[in-house]
């Protein structure tokens, strides 16, 4: 009989690619662990619309109008998407930890 190894859990956010299981129609897909430690798939962003976070006026508009300061629950979609319109490079916001 053959043992089963139990599977690893992430560590971090996972970014789910196009044409894997649970993309769907938005822009971004993350995975994230909850507190009970459930994932749960957070999916947020208009794929039409391209994000102008290099525009400072743009991003301090957005933050404000999102109220981005009081944004800290990992599993909303409006975490998430004030994350992608900090300063920090989205490359970087998305790439996988090891």
């Keep these: 009989m053959r043992k089963r190894t139990p599977k690893k859990k992430p560590h971090g956010p996972r970014r ?21 430690g459930s994932v749960k798939t957070v999916k947020f962003g208009d794929p039409n619309m391209q994000i102008r976070r290099d525009n400072p006026k ?31 490079p989205v490359s970087k916001i998305t790439k996988k930890k090891k």
């Design 16 to 36: 789910i690619k196009k044409g894997e299981p649970g993309y769907g129609k938005k822009k971004f897909v993350v995975r994230v662990r909850t507190k009970s």
């Design 58 to 88: 743009a991003r301090a508009n957005f933050r404000a109008r999102h109220n981005c300061a009081s944004k800290k629950d990992r599993t909303t979609a409006g975490y998430w998407s004030c994350k992608m319109w900090s300063k920090k």
